[in-house]
């Protein structure tokens, strides 16, 4: 039976157990290594090989390109579910019943409103400040605004913050990019759905009525629930880590939104739809670009391809992909940017350099031609990506505190100067 791994050092052996989680995936558990051995560690940059908690949130399976939360498959949830539901089986545990969405959503509206006082912080911000700055900002000073600390062992006051959360959030979205375009900020209904009123948000103008189109509805609940988890990436661990610390839920959320900007995260959009910009102003040719990608000196990189995890295919770009022709064919935009993007998908498919690394298509590749399509800027691509990923941070915070999660607090392998003396300025 295999339960238990070896390690040899010199002269000496351990011992240490394996770990194994309900879809057998096995984990060597080093908790005792360093007492043990006297001050060995294991060093990971990047954390290629390391589990840094166990989770019952999300599961994915990067070599069959599987993507499962809470044990329900992302295709389903994608085909049959609304955000708001996928939100709540992410946080709690299960899908709701109409029960227990319906108070959910009267729970979360009754939270939405934001301290009006919010609005001098967002006029402080220059026209040119990225909505990601803005965002994080907001979401930190969320804090300052609601001061009273969360106390994590009352699922009352655990619900509480999460219900202001889930309500704040998207006004602060909307009137990010409001504030950006010169529109006056709103609150949208409380009559509308979750993901209608943020499109309400988001849209409407000052002198027209909003009726929403249903197939960008449908599209951006789809966005929304893709984008909702993918357990311990970049910006969930950034939360769980900073959390881990005790530092409130919304202060953490906000490290999570400056590590998800970064273009090798989620600022992964943007970058999708610049890069395809400037293939179609430099001629269309995405043969050049594909050499450029596989040029180790020059350091342009396919946006939208290659994952950390998926080394087959990104299921959610499978959906996204399909979405992205009907959102585009029931709208009617003849949009250049996605030939382009089949173009460079197609011929990297078959490209060894991409075929050997396992370099496909991820979920960014095709969300920024949708996200165009629905006339968000490309500068809030990544802002719309944090808006789906709230509830999944929002889990993953949750979980790290009710499992008592230690502070996260990494080792290194120190490679500096050894010991040496101080020398007055004068004799430097
Ligand atoms: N274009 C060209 N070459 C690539 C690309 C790419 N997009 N991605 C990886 N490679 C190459 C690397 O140069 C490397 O080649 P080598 O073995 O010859 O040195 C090899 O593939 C492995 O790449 P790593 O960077 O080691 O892979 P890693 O798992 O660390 O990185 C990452 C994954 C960051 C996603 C990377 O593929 C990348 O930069 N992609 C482009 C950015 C992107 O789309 N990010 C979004 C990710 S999805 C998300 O966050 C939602």
Same mark, same amino acid.
């Given at each position: 039976m295999l339960d238990k791994a070896n390690l040899k050092i010199g002269e000496n052996s351990y011992e240490f157990p394996l770990i194994k989680g309900t879809e057998d995936e096995v984990a060597i558990d080093i908790k005792s290594l360093r007492g043990a051995t006297n001050g060995v560690i294991t060093i990971d940059p990047g954390f290629k090989n390391t589990g840094s908690c166990e989770s019952a949130i999300t599961f994915l399976d990067g070599e069959k390109g599987i993507l499962r939360y809470r044990g329900y498959p992302i295709e389903q949830l994608a085909e049959k579910a609304v955000f708001l539901e996928v939100a709540y089986a992410l946080i709690f545990g299960n899908l709701p019943t109409s029960e227990q969405l319906d108070k959910f959503h009267t729970d979360i509206k009754s939270k939405s409103v934001v301290d009006d006082d919010v609005k001098k912080i967002l006029d402080a911000f220059p026209k040119t400040a990225h909505p990601m700055g803005i965002l994080s900002s907001l979401t930190s000073a969320l804090t300052a605004f609601n001061p009273s600390s969360v106390n994590v062992d009352s699922e009352e006051d655990m619900y509480r913050a999460i219900v202001k959360i889930l309500g704040k959030f998207p006004v602060l979205v909307a009137w990010t990019m409001r504030k950006k375009q010169g529109l006056p900020l709103n609150y949208g209904s409380k009559s509308l759905g979750y993901v209608e009123n943020i499109m309400k948000m988001m849209f409407e103008q000052p002198n027209e009525d909003y009726e929403i189109n249903t197939i960008v509805k449908d599209a951006l609940?789809?966005?929304?629930?893709?984008?909702?988890?993918?357990?311990?990436?970049?910006?969930?661990?950034?939360?769980?880590?900073?959390?881990?610390?005790?530092? *409130?839920?919304?202060a953490s959320l906000s490290a999570g939104i400056s590590a998800l900007w970064g273009p090798l995260h989620g600022g992964a959009n943007q970058a999708v739809l610049e890069m395809l910009e400037a293939i179609k102003e430099d001629g269309g040719d995405t043969k050049k670009y594909m050499a450029k990608a596989k040029d180790k000196n020059d350091s342009f990189r396919l946006m939208g391809f290659g994952h950390r995890v998926y080394k087959n295919f990104d299921p959610r770009a499978k959906i996204i992909k399909k979405a992205a022709d009907e959102v585009l064919n029931s709208l009617g935009v003849d949009d250049p940017i996605l030939e382009i993007a089949k173009g460079l998908e197609k011929e990297a498919l078959k490209d060894p350099y991409f075929v050997d690394r396992k370099l496909y298509p991820n979920v960014d590749f095709y969300s920024g031609i949708i996200y165009r399509a629905m006339g968000i800027p490309v500068e809030m691509f990544t802002v719309m990506f944090a808006l789906g990923r709230l509830? *999944?941070?929002?889990?993953?915070?949750?979980?790290?505190?009710?499992?008592?999660?230690?502070?996260g607090r990494p080792r290194q392998i120190y490679t500096g100067q050894t010991e040496r003396s101080f020398t007055s300025i004068e004799n430097r």
């Open positions: 609940d789809k966005l929304l629930i893709l984008h909702a988890d993918h357990e311990q990436n970049c910006s969930t661990s950034t939360v769980r880590i900073v959390g881990s610390s005790h530092a *409130g839920l919304f509830p *999944g941070w929002i889990a993953q915070w949750k979980e790290m505190r009710l499992n008592k999660e230690p502070i």
